[in-house]
């Protein structure tokens, strides 16, 4: 709203497009523009000068109560008390919509998760899925048509070590079965038990591995049996994963299985079509393109595709599903850990340069999550499982809830998923993190308990109030305003801003650290201003603060997957 008319200001000041990324917020002024950075080289001056002219020939008016230009920058001050009333009545006339973008009319294909199902979800893979989940509601809040997809690796090499280790009657592996006694009940976990042991005797005995390789050139060559046997281990694996990915609030519009690529062909045609390639190699490892023309090489000379028995390798399967997907929207986005930029590489070179794929593929890449105290190991039997998290979350905050008589016990499981949530996302994506448990499971300071909390207080201070805030005439209120209420003014209108930048910069870390600025400002507001006990005009603006802070708080909570309790 405001950005936007600033921006304007700003056009008709230097007769100049400004694009809308050229206004921000700012640390020193309430927005500024790096407008005059631009323009320098164009016209010859200093961003200073620039600057100066700029501010000069804009007249403070309306909200806009002041303008200075500082080192290059032009700054903007504003004047809440002529922002209240519209921002107010922005948000009461929206509610859950106060934020939503516009149509863009393109459809967002948005792969994430896609982990091995080999074993349970592990704290290591939420990192992505949590990321695309919140990526996929603030895109879709945005105004994008987003499609979910989970691309399962049901016939690869872990998966069919799995499958030979059953048909075998290989014994599950005693100590892992002993370690998460717990869950022996879940289809992942003995999965995972499976692996442990299977694996062990694929890395010791040669002959298995031998009929491991033979089970998935069967698998490749038409052997719907062999292929469905290895299937089935995954399918298996998915249902327990998917009770988790049920507990977390995660839903995924498609699961695509590797093996339909293999049973209609497509991977055959990829391996065809990529033979007749100018790039293509087959040496010792087996065959592959040679990409060092585009400046993607591996240290072998060939990004290979086929092992020398014919069989496929995961970066064949991944072309075929991404030729399938850039014929399904109108971008492409991966959420991939670090270690997997250059298979991207690999893969966003084959598609864009040899096969000419003109619909763009954007990854979200995130850095690792270590776990204090633990080396992980899923072939060792060593993992950091989501659902051991979420249980001993829950067990907090039951414990939280009846130190402190804050709630009732029943919300403990939406604190617990919005403790772990939060302390996940909160970090941008790039930048690592240890994992620790008494900070994740933190109901104090930069942590979802506290914002939850901050939404239950709007919600009680609304409650005993005795006022239907629907029957406060939002023109009637008084505008001589208390800073913590220019304030919170302030943090309210910056609501969309923070959704537009989290959809364009893919980092759902701005929402979050938004949403703690809020609540922040509304505790800072709850402390200095008194609502219940102050005049009527008085009384009735404030309620209407506390009213439209509760909406928004609900409204970032709801694109971050973390519920907004209204007890607490």
Not at 12 to 24: G, L, R
Not at 61 to 88: C, H, M, R, T
Not at 111 to 139: F, W, Y
Not at 418 to 439: C, N, Q
């Amino acid at each position: 709203m405001i950005r936007e008319d600033i921006r304007i200001l700003i056009e008709k000041a230097c007769s100049e497009a400004v694009p809308a990324e050229e206004v921000q917020e700012s640390q020193l002024a309430d927005y500024a523009s790096t407008i005059a950075f631009r323009l320098a080289p164009k016209l010859k001056k200093s961003p200073a000068q620039i600057a100066q002219e700029i501010a000069a020939k804009i007249k403070p008016a309306g909200s806009v109560k002041k303008v200075e230009a500082v080192n290059g920058y032009v700054n903007f001050f504003l004047d809440y008390s002529q922002l209240i009333v519209p921002v107010l009545k922005e948000v009461r006339d929206k509610r859950s919509l106060y934020g939503k973008g516009t149509e863009k009319k393109r459809k967002i294909v948005l792969e994430h998760t896609s982990i091995n199902p080999s074993g349970p979800l592990h704290i290591g893979r939420l990192r992505n899925c949590l990321i695309g989940d919140a990526l996929a509601r603030v895109l879709r809040f945005s105004g994008y048509d987003v499609e979910t997809h989970y691309f399962v690796n049901d016939v690869g090499k872990q998966i069919a070590i799995i499958a030979q280790g059953f048909s075998e009657g290989i014994e599950p592996d005693a100590e892992a079965m002993e370690k998460y006694a717990e869950y022996a009940g879940k289809e992942d976990f003995q999965i995972f038990f499976e692996y442990v042991a299977a694996n062990r005797r694929f890395e010791a005995d040669d002959a298995f591995k031998a009929r491991v390789q033979e089970a998935i050139q069967n698998a490749e060559s038409g052997d719907l049996a062999a292929l469905e046997g290895i299937s089935n281990v995954a399918r298996k694996c998915l249902q327990g994963q998917a009770k988790i990915y049920e507990r977390l609030g995660v839903k995924f519009d498609f699961y695509d299985y590797e093996s339909a690529y293999i049973r209609n062909g497509d991977v055959q045609k990829v391996l065809s079509f990529l033979k007749e390639s100018e790039h293509a190699r087959t040496t010792d490892k087996g065959f592959g393109l040679d990409l060092s023309a585009y400046g993607v090489a591996r240290r072998e000379g060939v990004s290979i595709l086929a092992r020398p028995d014919g069989t496929s390798v995961y970066l064949s399967r991944d072309i075929a599903y991404h030729l399938h997907k850039s014929s399904s929207g109108d971008v492409m986005i991966n959420v991939l850990g670090e270690d997997h930029r250059f298979e991207f590489k690999e893969l966003y070179t084959i598609l864009s340069e040899i096969y000419r794929i003109k619909t763009p593929l954007e990854a979200v890449h995130y850095s690792f999550v270590s776990f204090e105290g633990e080396e992980l190991s899923t072939r060792k039997g060593q993992i950091a499982s989501v659902d051991k998290l979420l249980d001993e979350a829950t067990e907090k905050a039951e414990e939280e809830i009846e130190k402190r008589g804050i709630a009732t016990r029943e919300i403990a499981h939406s604190i617990a998923v919005g403790a772990v949530k939060y302390h996940i996302l909160k970090t941008s994506p790039h930048k690592s993190i240890t994992f620790r448990w008494h900070e994740a499971l933190s109901f104090e300071g930069d942590a979802a308990p506290y914002i939850q909390y901050a939404h239950a207080r709007c919600c009680s201070i609304a409650g005993r109030s005795g006022v239907d805030v629907e029957d406060i005439r939002v023109d009637e209120i008084g505008v001589q305003l208390e800073k913590e209420e220019a304030d919170l003014v302030k943090n309210i209108m910056r609501f969309p801003d923070a959704v537009e930048r989290c959809a364009r910069e893919r980092r759902p870390s701005i929402l979050v650290n938004y949403s703690y600025e809020l609540a922040s400002s509304f505790s800072r507001f709850y402390k200095q201003c008194p609502v219940l006990s102050a005049e009527e005009k008085v009384r009735d603006r404030r309620l209407l603060l506390v009213d439209a802070t509760r909406q928004v708080l609900e409204n970032g909570l709801n694109l971050l997957g973390i519920d907004a309790p209204k007890k607490m």
